[in-house]
């Protein structure tokens, strides 16, 4: 009778390695090039909310729209720096990025944040409400992104 503390693994059962996945060239072509799409949409996006709330709702939330606008762009890209140097602080042990420097950008995000919020509410309290519509610029252009991948997936079949 076999000793009930030693059992054989199932067949089914992981080795100690694992080999990844082929890589398809054209979904790493199609992902690899979403955050450039990202900014292009922020850009296009924005501009063209700001121009049409400056017309519909006047030069004000206008101006508040471009507020949020620009600060959307901005904390996008520094929400990038910052990941990509968790990621390279994570996995190069050798690595010289800061992590205290990493966690004090990230906060100083939320900073200016509530900074523009601050200065907008206190010189036109209208603008507040384009301000709040344009910081939703990222998540906008983030959409537009889910859409253009969705769609080309399905029509390469990838």
Known sequence: MPDPVQREPPDNAPDDEVEPAPIDARAEELFGGAVTRIRHAMLLLGTTGTVISSFIWGWRIGI????GCVLSYVNFNWLERALNSLAERVTEPGSTVSSTGTV??????YVFIGLGAYVIFRSYPAGLYGFLGGLSLTVAAILCEAVYELSAALRLKI
């Open 64 to 67: 508040g729209v471009l507020l």
């Open 104 to 109: 004090f950008r990230f906060l100083l995000r």
